[in-house]
């Protein structure tokens, strides 16, 4: 008769046997789209990205962001850049667009998206790749940079050039919301230990840090339009401006995000596929 330890351990293989395989490690040396969760890289899919010609009202900061991007992924001299400002704006996807036309373009540069909860192990990240010969754009979208003092700390320690940072072949791009870089509660919060002054400028001290800051602001009536009429265009879709502000006011913002959730309805309407 069987034991009760023998019938453990064979109920342990099995489930070994049923496990899914380890996932292979990335090669950073090979490909340009890849995640970091902490324990490891791994390969993505290519992003799905907007042509850089459909971005209206941010044409500066798009601009800004292609040519220092474009500075590293040749070996030049380039910042750590902070995207903040309105959501839905397109700070996350402008990062991507920029990468898939550097690599369109023939650049050997690499994107990296590290997962949030991955922050600390940004170190060990930075270690994986210092080996690599090649430039690497490290991802951290939407960053609470007032959450934790711990995580901002960390990355002034990252930018500041200390024991752990960034090898000249890595740089940051950093999304973030405005409210994040001063949290409104410092100004409430009278009764804290610590001097909301001083925690206000320890919060606006990692933001000097990034040598390249992008603001991105609410888009008015008439960039909200020019957004959906070049969505229109690019997709062959016939456009109604009073449709797209009727769409905009039943969800009370005017947004890159709603312009393009506004095209989906449109394509969905007319029978088109995007």
Same mark, same amino acid.
């Given at each position: 008769?069987?034991?009760?330890?023998?019938? +453990?351990?064979?109920?342990?293989?099995?489930? !070994?046997? +049923?496990?899914?395989?380890?996932?292979?490690?990335?090669? *950073?040396?090979?490909?340009?789209?890849?995640?970091?969760?902490?324990?490891?890289?791994?390969?993505?899919?290519?992003?799905?990205?907007?042509?850089?010609? +459909?971005?209206?009202?941010?044409?500066?900061?798009?601009?800004?962001? +292609? !040519?220092?991007?474009?500075? $590293?992924?040749?070996?030049? *001299?380039? $910042? !750590?850049?902070?995207?903040?400002?309105?959501?839905?704006?397109?700070?996350?996807?402008?990062?991507?667009?920029?990468?898939?036309?550097?690599v369109a373009d023939g650049d050997d540069v690499a994107l990296v998206q590290v997962m949030l909860p991955a922050l600390a192990s940004l170190p060990s990240l930075f270690s994986t790749l210092a080996g690599v010969n090649r430039p690497f754009l490290i991802f951290l979208d939407d960053v609470s940079l007032g959450a934790d003092a711990a995580e901002v700390h960390a990355l002034r320690s990252l930018l500041d050039g200390g024991v752990q940072a960034r090898p000249d072949h890595v740089r940051l791009i950093v999304t973030s919301n405005r409210r994040h870089l001063v949290p409104r509660s410092l100004a409430e919060n009278e009764t804290d230990a610590i001097n909301p002054r001083d925690a206000a400028d320890d919060h606006l001290a990692l933001a000097d840090r990034f040598g390249l800051r992008l603001g991105f602001h609410p888009c008015d009536q008439e960039t909200y339009l020019a957004i959906c009429a070049g969505y229109a265009r690019a997709h062959g879709l016939a456009f109604d401006p009073a449709a797209a502000l009727a769409w905009s006011a039943g969800r009370g913002a005017r947004s890159g995000r709603v312009a393009w959730q506004f095209t989906v309805e449109q394509a969905g309407q007319q029978g088109k596929a995007l």
């Open positions: 008769m069987e034991t009760p330890d023998a019938l +453990l351990s064979r109920i342990a293989a099995a489930l !070994d046997r +049923l496990a899914p395989p380890p996932a292979t490690p990335a090669n *950073p040396a090979a490909g340009h789209w890849f995640g970091w969760d902490g324990s490891g890289l791994t390969d993505l899919p290519p992003a799905r990205t907007t042509s850089l010609s +459909l971005y209206h009202g941010v044409e500066a900061q798009a601009a800004q962001l +292609l !040519d220092n991007s474009r500075r $590293h992924a040749r070996r030049l *001299p380039a $910042h !750590d850049v902070l995207l903040w400002g309105a959501r839905g704006m397109g700070k996350s996807s402008l990062a991507r667009s920029v990468v898939a036309e550097l």
